[in-house]
């Protein structure tokens, strides 16, 4: 485990069984992007992100983890953090992209190590504590 500071901050969007994956230039990928040098607080940066990318605010943020990925927009890949958003405001635009279950996961060009996590999410059962 490390609290290496990420290159990029990523939403994994997850509402009924199903996670959103944002439509890029080159392919398929999750909300989010470059986390600022002299940004203090990732979740707090991904929330911003996911205000300018989609409209929503996000309310309910779970970290996930972190590895090397390539957003399909960009050439190299980089150390990037993962962040489940369970409850936000707002609509998600469907312009945007496609919401998809764990059948679904299967029909979309993902590195991987994301389609490790996106399945782990998808079967992980969340219930209300408080």
Known sequence: MTDRRP?????????DGKVFLRKLEQGWG???????????????????ILWDQLGI???????????????????????????TVWEWEGDVPDKEGAWIGQAELSEF??????????????STETMRTS
């Open 57 to 83: 605010e996000a309310e309910k943020i779970w970290a996930q983890g972190a590895f090397d990925y390539r957003n399909p927009d960009e050439a190299e890949p980089k150390f990037s953090g993962f962040y």
């Open 7 to 15: 290159d990029c901050v990523y939403g994994i969007l997850a509402r």
């Open 109 to 122: 060009d993902l590195d991987p190590p994301l389609r490790i996590l996106l399945f782990s999410v998808l």
């Open 30 to 48: 999750l909300p989010g992007g470059p986390f600022p040098p002299l940004a203090d607080h990732r979740k707090n940066e991904l929330t911003a």
